[in-house]
């Protein structure tokens, strides 16, 4: 079956929901992709890409409990389903395969 | 600590609900973290970028995912909404071209107005130090209270050293008489002219008002003495393309050649503060007057300290005031009582400040609120205009509306079709207003007498402000259409059913109305006017300034020979008369005290005039009693003539043979004329005390004779070239000079003209298209109606009575607010014309009259029409 098309962005943060293991949810996964990749990220644009990841059946989703900072409001908390595993997992076999038929790796510059 | 809260609003206002709650719940998480991280000041500003991200990602169509999995923002439905907004403006072409033609009309008088108001607004806030420059004003109390703009030359002095606020202070005197300068070039004629804008002004001037200097050092131009700043307009004039730097240029009436210091570029915005040159202060040579607390000759500026405010000085100025004109001889309590100072802030000036012996005149914030009011009407009629075409024109889009909605459309979707393409027409408009404001910008030079230039709306502000112009007005007119259109039945809208729908009936009537409400009120506002003027140019002055010409007289050398040139004057036949005067009717008349003899309790300010014997019969002025002066041997002697209105503030009941004082000299009265209008028809006549003294004089008034008035005016040249050849010669036609009294009601009335045409103009297109297509509607009526016997008249009639009942109800009700709104404006004046009924009435045929004109082209047409035609067309 050909997969969706997963953004790089969308990649990243379906690989951070499927890294935090059920504590997943919007202001968490913010807070660790901008400490994993230390670029700036809005929390909207978090939200819509876990929407539209939701939407293609690659994250499921369901309420949590609520919190005082959260003014008494519940977390939405996010976990992968098998269709999401399996699309993370094709993509990292797509470039394993790549990487390996790379003739000359790219190696650390030793001189000038 | 919590969030923003107005940003919480919003967000509940724009987030779909279903996800209201842990979005929310992440937001007030993330804020609690940056708390602890940035503080709370910044936090806050995060929660709102925050909250920004959000709603605009919602406003891009993700708001809601419940119903409609379609794309809205696909292109392919974009290029079909064009394609039928194309279409159907090509199809419906004479519609579409009243529509458009309506918009731009109203877009170009709007961003007209709009520039011009922007630009009354602009003046003198272009100084660096706008906020902190004012103008000290001084006032005297008493039965007539004077606001002057000019105070004493050291008032600003002393009041610097009494208030430590202020932190400099800045004069400017105008010279008097009007300077005349002379350069003569190496192996050239001597270039001379007459410059009537200019000042002595301190060194201080070039840092306050930061004097764009092009040429010189700004530092110490206006520093020495015998030194001259130019503009570089003046510069050009005298020195063409040579270096002006250094170069003499002679004072002709003072005999004192001055050294050009420096020349500055014009203000970069507008300014009261019009200048040609400015001449060293120190150069002023009558040392004795800058220690006069109560002579109002200069206009004394003062920069406050950056820390303080306008009422900190304010509070201060009354104990000053106290010291300072203690100093003269008054005492306290009468000080306090009589006098009052004030700070104006530079940047009223122009707007609202109208005192006496302001530096030029000023603008008016009225009419600049009328400008506006004006502007605004003419916009909402020609969004009235778009109203009701749109809603006409929505039953040729029923079926495409039943259509769109069969396949899926939701009313929110069609909404944004039919406000897109509100939109669309609306930029079309803006296109052809920009051409209109392209051919209408010299006639609005003209009536405004400013100089703009078209390529100075083309600026970032302005584009910005015509596309606010234009989403504004595509909104206004635009919503309600759009929101009727989309709101069709689909069944109803395929069946075809082309019931006129009770509602928006009502609303088209009500906006018609609106649209001739705002025609007749303009209309009657042009008349009233228009009125007015013809009024100030007939009114009898009490005088006669018709066949009149003014001659100035320049320096000492022409009062020398003054009696010369008067009997060389009257050797041509067609100068029966010359007489002095020191002030021509229309300017300003300087101010005094007179008291008389024996009286002193009833001393008044007076105007003053001075003259000679002839004067009073050259501009046929009516004595009342007494006498006219006689040729007088004894210049130690004042013989004084009044009018009417100063015997009565003088309190006299035998004015003649009356003694009266003023500064140390005695005069006496010989006789009392009848009140004339020396100033503008916008004042009562003011007490005027005329003396005889015609040194004092500035001009020779030339009766003349007969109607060789050009040979006459060169005669004169002529006899005052060969007698006094350093002199200029420059003239005035005392009846032009008096008509221009009223240039700025002249421009309201032009203005209001144009509005009042444009106004009904944009009006009849509605109309026009309306009962186009009420006639189209009534197609089959009418063939039924003719088939059956009706006459083309009755029909006409018929179809004409609904849209002139509304234009009648329009009269109806504009009548009475724009009877109320002139006799405000009539208010103003000293000496207005009484509003007639017949006015009304013109107004009301001749609203009723263009809308009959504008309904029968179509009723006529449709009554024409052969029924056969249209009986058989399904």
């Given amino acids: ?112 | 600590m919590k969030p923003p809260q107005l940003a919480d609003r919003l967000l509940t206002f724009f987030c779909a609900p279903h996800r209201l709650e842990e979005v929310q719940g992440d937001l007030h998480e993330e804020f609690a973290y940056q708390v602890r991280r940035v503080g709370e000041r910044r936090a806050r500003g995060r929660y709102w970028w925050d909250v920004l991200g959000f709603i605009l990602s919602f406003a891009t169509g993700k708001r809601s995912r419940e119903y409609s999995t379609i794309d809205r923002t696909n292109p392919m439905m974009i290029r079909n909404y064009f394609k039928i907004a194309w279409r159907n403006l090509l199809r419906y072409r004479l519609n579409s071209t009243l529509t458009i033609t309506g918009l731009a009309l109203g877009l170009a008088c709007g961003l007209l107005i709009i520039l011009h108001v922007k630009e009354e607004l602009r003046y003198d806030k272009g100084f660096a130090k706008a906020d902190r420059i004012y103008r000290i004003n001084s006032e005297n109390i008493g039965e007539k209270s004077r606001r002057w703009a000019a105070t004493s030359p050291i008032l600003g002095i002393e009041m610097k050293q009494a208030i430590p606020a202020i932190q400099t202070v800045v004069r400017f005197h105008r010279p008097y008489p009007d300077r005349v300068f002379s350069y003569t070039p190496a192996g050239h004629e001597p270039r001379q002219f007459e410059e009537k804008k200019g000042f002595y002004a301190d060194s201080t001037a070039v840092d306050v008002f930061d004097l764009p200097f092009v040429k010189g050092d700004r530092r110490t131009a206006l520093k020495q003495q015998n030194a001259i700043v130019l503009t570089e307009a003046m510069a050009k004039k005298y020195f063409g393309n040579d270096e002006p730097l250094g170069k003499l240029i002679q004072d002709d009436l003072d005999k004192r050649p001055l050294t050009v210091t420096g020349v500055v570029s014009d203000f970069p915005f507008p300014t009261h503060l019009q200048f040609d040159y400015l001449i060293s202060m120190t150069t002023y040579a009558d040392k004795e007057s800058l220690t006069n607390r109560g002579w109002s000759g200069f206009y004394n500026y003062v920069l406050l300290n950056s820390q303080v405010s306008r009422s900190d000085v304010e509070q201060r100025i009354p104990e000053f005031m106290v010291k300072f004109y203690e100093a003269k001889g008054e005492n306290r309590n009468e000080i306090l009582a009589t006098r009052k100072t004030h700070l104006q802030p530079i940047t009223e000036i122009h707007l609202h400040s109208k005192l006496e012996k302001e530096m030029g005149p000023n603008g008016d914030i009225l009419y600049v609120y009328v400008f506006s009011v004006a502007a605004l009407f003419i916009l909402l009629v020609a969004s009235v205009n778009f109203i009701n075409m749109a809603t006409a024109q929505a039953f040729n889009r029923m079926k495409e509306v039943g259509v769109r909605k069969v396949l899926g459309a939701r009313k929110e979707q069609l909404l944004k079709q039919f406000l897109g393409e509100s939109f669309l027409l609306t930029l079309t408009a803006s296109v052809v207003a920009l051409l209109v404001f392209w051919v209408a910008i010299p006639f609005y030079n003209e009536f405004t007498a400013k100089n703009l230039h078209f390529s100075q709306l083309v600026t970032p502000s302005n584009g910005l402000i015509m596309l606010l112009l234009a989403g504004l007005i595509s909104l206004v007119a635009g919503l309600y259409p759009a929101w009727f259109i989309s709101g069709f039945e689909p069944v109803t809208s395929l069946k075809g059913n082309r019931s006129p729908v009770s509602s928006v009936t009502l609303v088209r009537k009500g906006l018609i109305v609106f649209q001739f409400a705002v025609s007749v009120f303009m209309i009657f506002s042009t008349i009233v006017v228009y009125r007015q003027m013809r009024f100030f140019q007939n009114k009898k002055l009490g005088f006669d300034q018709e066949q009149v010409v003014a001659v100035k007289l320049y320096g000492r050398e022409m009062h020398e020979k003054r009696n010369t040139i008067e009997n060389e004057l009257l050797k041509n036949p067609a100068i029966t008369d010359v007489a002095l005067i020191s002030v021509l009717p229309g300017d300003r008349f300087s101010t005094d005290m007179i008291t008389p003899v024996g009286k002193a309790g009833d001393a008044s300010q007076m105007r003053f005039m001075w003259a000679d014997e002839h004067t009073l019969p050259v501009l046929k002025i009516g004595l009342k009693t007494g006498r006219n002066f006689v040729r007088k041997t004894n210049n130690a002697h004042f013989p004084i003539i009044l009018n009417e209105a100063a015997v009565k503030a003088l309190k006299l009941t035998e004015p003649i043979g009356q003694k009266l004082v003023s500064y140390g000299d005695t005069g006496e009265v010989v006789g009392v004329v009848n009140d004339f209008h020396f100033a503008s028809l916008h004042t009562a006549v003011e007490p005027l005390v005329v003396v005889q003294y015609p040194d004092q004089a500035n001009y020779f008034l030339l009766k003349i004779h007969g109607d060789k008035l050009p040979e006459t005016v060169q005669f004169a040249r002529s006899t005052l070239s060969r007698l006094s050849p350093e002199s200029l010669f420059s003239y005035t036609f005392l009846d032009e000079k008096l008509a221009r009294l009223y240039d700025s009601e002249q421009r309201v009335g032009h203005v209001l003209n144009v509005f009042a045409v444009f106004a009904i103009f944009i009006s009849c297109l509605g109309l026009f298209s309306l009962s186009a297509y009420a006639a189209q509607l009534r197609t089959k009526e009418v063939g039924i109606r003719k088939v059956l016997g009706a006459t083309v008249s009755g029909v006409v009639i018929l179809l004409s009575k609904d849209f002139l009942r509304l234009v009648v109800i329009a009269t109806l009700l504009a009548s009475p607010l724009a009877w109320w709104a002139m006799g405000q404006w009539l208010n103003g004046f000293a000496y207005a014309i009484e509003m007639e009924w017949w006015m009304l009435a013109l107004t009301g045929v001749l609203t009723v009259a263009v809308a009959v004109l504008t309904i029968s082209f179509q009723s006529i047409k449709a009554a024409l029409m052969n029924p056969v035609k249209s009986l058989k067309s399904e």
């Fill in chain 1, 1 to 112: 079956m050909k997969r969706s098309y997963l953004g790089e962005f969308e990649e990243i943060v379906l690989l951070t929901v499927a890294v935090m293991e059920g504590g997943a949810y919007g202001v968490a996964i913010t807070h660790e992709i901008s400490e994993q990749t230390s670029r700036s990220v809005r929390l909207n644009q978090v939200h819509a890409a876990l929407e539209r990841l939701e939407d293609k059946g690659m994250l499921k989703s369901e309420m949590g409990e609520p919190t005082a900072e959260r003014g008494g409001r519940r977390k939405r908390l996010f976990t992968v389903t098998a269709y999401g595993r399996r699309t993370l997992q094709e993509i990292q076999d797509v470039r394993a395969t790549l990487w390996t038929r790379l003739l000359n790796p790219f190696k650390p510059a030793t001189s000038l």
